[in-house]
């Protein structure tokens, strides 16, 4: 509560604060189980994030690119919001493009958010996933990293509807 509160005093005090501020809010927003809030601020910081796009994700930190995506497509899975979450994990496919330490799986994404000191952050995050409907490694046939989920892959959303493939028409 006291990160939230710090970001939002910070984004008070400067109107022209930056973006990332939006990704700060929406992370703590996620940890303190405020899903809608923390979906709506980091679905903003994923459209005006400058690494946003795959020449980005080279020329930094690679993860770094997907800091906002992994927790918004983890509250859209708590929010049962599975049409967000399929576009959410487009977006992180396309980020990826082909490069497999980047794939959208349950296993890159713990491996990359090992850091929590709480465990409870960790585990609250690979539960918006698992419902979101990340498979659990990419070594998983599923999961094409070229297409996005395989074609009839059973894997499931929050709604129990069948996940179809975020790049099913490409």
């Given at each position: 509560?006291?990160?939230?509160?710090?970001?939002?005093?910070?984004?008070?005090?400067?109107?022209?604060?930056?973006?990332?501020?939006?990704?700060?809010?929406?992370?703590?927003?996620?940890?303190?189980?405020?899903f809608d809030e923390a979906a709506t601020l980091l679905a903003e910081d994923v459209e005006r994030n400058p690494h946003g796009t795959a020449e980005g994700c080279y020329s930094i930190f690679f993860f770094q690119c997907l800091s906002s995506i992994i927790p918004l497509v983890a509250a859209y899975?708590?929010?049962?919001?599975?049409?967000?979450?399929?576009?959410?994990?487009?977006?992180?496919?396309?980020?990826?493009?082909?490069?497999?330490?980047?794939?959208?799986?349950?296993?890159?994404?713990?491996?990359?958010?090992?850091?929590?000191?709480?465990?409870?952050?960790?585990?609250?995050?690979?539960?918006?996933?698992?419902?979101?409907?990340?498979?659990?490694?990419?070594?998983?046939?599923?999961?094409?990293?070229?297409?996005?989920?395989?074609?009839?892959?059973?894997?499931?959303?929050?709604?129990?509807?069948?996940?179809?493939?975020?790049?099913?028409?490409?």
């Amino acid at each position: 509560a006291a990160a939230a509160e710090a970001v939002e005093t910070a984004m008070r005090l400067d109107p022209d604060y930056p973006s990332r501020y939006r990704y700060w809010l929406g992370f703590a927003k996620f940890h303190l189980e405020e899903f809608d809030e923390a979906a709506t601020l980091l679905a903003e910081d994923v459209e005006r994030n400058p690494h946003g796009t795959a020449e980005g994700c080279y020329s930094i930190f690679f993860f770094q690119c997907l800091s906002s995506i992994i927790p918004l497509v983890a509250a859209y899975g708590h929010l049962g919001r599975d049409e967000d979450a399929r576009t959410a994990i487009a977006a992180w496919l396309k980020r990826a493009e082909g490069r497999s330490e980047m794939a959208p799986t349950l296993s890159r994404a713990r491996l990359h958010w090992d850091h929590f000191r709480h465990s409870g952050y960790l585990e609250r995050l690979l539960e918006g996933l698992r419902k979101a409907g990340l498979p659990p490694t990419d070594k998983d046939p599923s999961i094409d990293m070229t297409r996005g989920f395989a074609a009839g892959s059973g894997y499931q959303g929050t709604t129990g509807a069948p996940v179809k493939s975020p790049n099913a028409d490409l």
